[in-house]
């Protein structure tokens, strides 16, 4: 409930503020967006496997965001920085879609 | 999977159904906050795709080859502008010489057409009224007035508003007159004479000339300036037989 009231203020800031993104992070916000995602579905599989905890979904959202923007800053500073974005990409993608099947499971047992 | 159905909240299910509850606790606010960032961040980052052209969220190499691609789509497009604004410059130099040589042959066709009697006429110069009532006057005579006027420069002549004079009009001698080029004329001669006026004036009436040749025959002279005189009698050219231009 709350965390659905979230997302929608979220969204609304969003829309209403609009802010401008600096330069230098223009390329790691879509990611930063990939890996939050990612960070989402898993805490919503944990709740589902009743083995959720906050501070740990707090953590992994973090950490998540912090280590994609991280990898993909390293990669442009190395020039495979287009490479390693997909990369990451990728396998948040994988991850996103092996979490959002764990959770079909136990919604539709099926 | 068994146990885990008949145990109350145990089910996957029945956690979201209480997830939805109205109860408020730590863990319940740290989730709704963060999924407030991940919404923030992500229509962030669609406004910015969306407002911006599609290079916003490009990266450095990629906007560096679309630069190139431009510059060289540029380039050439700048010499195919240039090429086609020589092209375009040498056909207007060409269409330019080509009016300006229609204009100057238009303006001499004008000029010889006034000179060999095709073309109507305007100008200064003077009326020479020939009357003769004793009908003495020859086609000689009226000859030698002719003569005398194209001397004092005359450029176009004309007699009795009918006949235009010109280098092929003959004067024939008939009953009651002369003939002009074919065109029987009588008393009184009007020879209306497109020229410089003083030349002509003299040149009709210095001593022993036409006036006096005139006035011998029992006949007179009037001489009257324009400075507008209208020829409008034209001369039909015919095609020469045997003479033809010579290189």
Do not use: C, W
């Not at chain 2, 319940?28 to 406004?47: D, E, T, Y």
């Not at chain 2, 009588?186 to 022993?208: N, R």
């Amino acid at each position: 409930m709350i965390a659905a009231l979230g997302l929608l203020l979220g969204v609304v800031v969003g829309l209403l503020v609009q802010p401008e993104v600096p330069l230098g992070l223009q390329p790691y916000l879509p990611i930063a967006v990939v890996a939050a995602l990612d960070a989402v579905f898993g805490g919503l599989r944990a709740y589902l496997d009743g083995i959720f905890d906050d501070k740990v979904f707090t953590v992994s959202f973090f950490s998540n965001v912090l280590i994609a923007m991280i990898i993909v800053y390293l990669g442009d500073q190395l020039g495979v920085g287009n490479q390693l974005s997909t990369g990451v990409i990728v396998v948040l993608g994988i991850r996103i879609f092996s979490n959002v099947a764990a959770i079909r499971r136990h919604i539709l047992h099926a | 999977m068994a146990d885990g159905k008949k145990a109350p909240l145990k089910t996957g299910r029945q956690r979201l159904l209480k997830a939805f509850g109205p109860s408020v606790s730590r863990g319940r606010m740290v989730v709704g906050l963060l999924l407030a960032i991940l919404g923030f961040l992500a229509i962030v980052q669609i406004q910015t795709l969306n407002d911006d052209t599609e290079f916003a969220g490009a990266r450095r190499e990629d906007l560096i080859t679309f630069l190139d691609t431009l510059e060289a789509a540029s380039r050439s497009a700048q010499s195919d502008i240039d090429n086609l604004e020589a092209r375009r410059d040498s056909l207007r130099d060409a269409s330019d010489r080509r009016s300006a040589a229609i204009n100057e042959a238009e303006q001499q066709a004008d000029a010889l057409g006034v000179l060999a009697g095709t073309a109507p006429a305007t100008g200064p110069g003077v009326i020479v009224t020939i009357n003769d009532p004793g009908d003495d006057v020859t086609s000689g005579t009226l000859l030698n007035a002719l003569e005398e006027m194209r001397n004092a420069g005359a450029e176009a002549i004309e007699v009795n508003n009918k006949v235009r004079v010109v280098a092929q009009t003959s004067l024939v001698d008939t009953e009651g007159g002369v003939a002009a080029g074919g065109v029987e004329l009588g008393s009184p001669y009007v020879f209306e004479v497109i020229g410089p006026p003083d030349d002509l004036e003299t040149a009709m009436s210095f001593p022993g000339g036409l006036t006096d040749e005139v006035e011998e025959l029992q006949g007179t002279v009037a001489i009257k300036r324009s400075d507008d005189i209208n020829i409008a009698s034209l001369h039909r050219p015919e095609t020469p037989e045997y003479a033809r231009p010579a290189d």
